[in-house]
């Protein structure tokens, strides 16, 4: 990237906190809409607007482009030890609390001193294996996956970044790399790739003369195309692909999330162009969940769960109506995940991400990548 690019003005996009604010509960509405009444015709294509599932494509993407952002973008120096240690204490700390949480709701209906010794002594239900966070093993909380993968591939971002440090033209050529070989490798890589290379092309993308270039005058078909990308699962859902398409896609290791990647990658494209949606997105509501969207993603999966574990017993109160409960319950899981979440933020990942500074500023530099 040439010495004479200018710097942008502000270090943290604030507007992309609000994003994945707006992802985070996306999550959360699509997994209480679809725990009991997935079948339903209204919740399939309320499906479409609140695509909880699709969103995990966007976060990966997302992280692809703020891990490199202050690396490709601002220009700063690489020091991998220490960009190990601050994404550890970034994504673990948070997300052990939860599964602890997670494993004694498990327990609750059998709660003694010697289950819970079986369970965090004896490892006898792979409470550990779980927490490893480096394989996927989920039992006790089912959306672990996903933080595997964050955690996994995004340890192997600083070796990406450097590829683009060299040379970023290296980097569709790496997406393209990765779409051929994704029947063998994991294709979240491609993800957080495609945000890489929204973190190359920052320049380029946020100027006011991309509107001179034919991706912009083709912005009306891309969008488009995002939006049927991000929503091919709800529309199988709806109307079902068949079996010579399952076929296929089983046999190229195709999955809905490669879709939902491009079309987030679309997406992100365009909210680093856009000073409109920017000014939108910086609402102080939405800039607050973003603040807490972390907390957003691992609370919410223990408030649905516990709500529909006990929906017999709520549905009295709300005299047997099962459509006022809904969204009555759904109001309550909100609020309740929303406070659960204000306080891991501040109780568990704010504390977490200052102890990451401290310790890496006394640490001597490692391998450091400029």
Not at 180 to 197: D, E, Q, R
């Amino acid at each position: 990237m040439s010495d004479n690019t200018p710097q942008p003005r502000r270090h943290h996009l604030g507007y992309l906190d609000s994003a994945r604010g707006i992802a985070a509960l996306m999550v959360l509405f699509y997994h209480f809409i679809n725990w009991r009444y997935e079948g339903l015709m209204s919740i399939k294509l309320a499906s479409f607007i609140f695509n909880g599932r699709d969103a995990v494509s966007f976060f990966f993407v997302l992280s692809g482009f703020v891990l490199s952002y202050k690396y490709i973008v601002m220009n700063e120096s690489l020091d991998l030890r220490k960009f190990f240690i601050n994404r550890f204490l970034r994504l673990f700390p948070a997300f052990f609390v939860t599964l602890f949480i997670s494993a004694l709701y498990w327990q609750s209906a059998d709660m003694h001193l010697h289950r819970l010794y079986e369970v965090f002594v004896l490892n006898k239900d792979q409470f550990w294996e779980e927490a490893y966070l480096f394989k996927t093993h989920n039992k006790f909380y089912v959306p672990g996956w996903t933080l595997v993968l964050e955690l996994s591939v995004s340890f192997f971002m600083p070796f990406t970044i450097t590829m683009a440090k060299v040379n970023r033209k290296l980097i569709p050529w790496l997406i393209f790399t990765y779409l051929i070989i994704s029947y063998v490798i994991n294709s979240f890589f491609i993800h957080f790739a495609l945000g890489l290379l929204i973190s190359c092309y920052y320049f380029e993308i946020s100027n006011t003369s991309f509107k001179n270039t034919k991706w912009y005058k083709c912005r009306v078909p891309l969008i488009i195309a995002a939006f049927v990308l991000y929503s091919v699962r709800a529309i199988d859902h709806v109307s079902h692909f068949g079996s010579t398409y399952a076929y296929l896609a089983d046999f190229f290791q195709i999955d809905f999330l490669l879709y939902s990647g491009f079309g987030s990658f679309i997406f992100l494209v365009a909210m680093v162009h856009s000073r409109r949606l920017q000014r939108v997105l910086n609402i102080g509501i939405l800039r607050f969940y973003g603040k807490i969207s972390y907390g957003v993603y691992l609370m919410h999966w223990i408030v649905v769960t516990v709500i529909f574990e006990h929906w017999d017993m709520l549905l009295p109160y709300f005299q047997n109506n099962n459509k006022i409960a809904f969204f009555s319950l759904l109001a309550l899981c909100v609020a309740a995940t929303t406070l659960f979440a204000t306080l891991m933020h501040y109780a568990i990942e704010l504390p977490f991400i200052k102890i990451g500074k401290k310790i890496t500023a006394r640490l001597r530099p490692s391998v450091v990548i400029n």
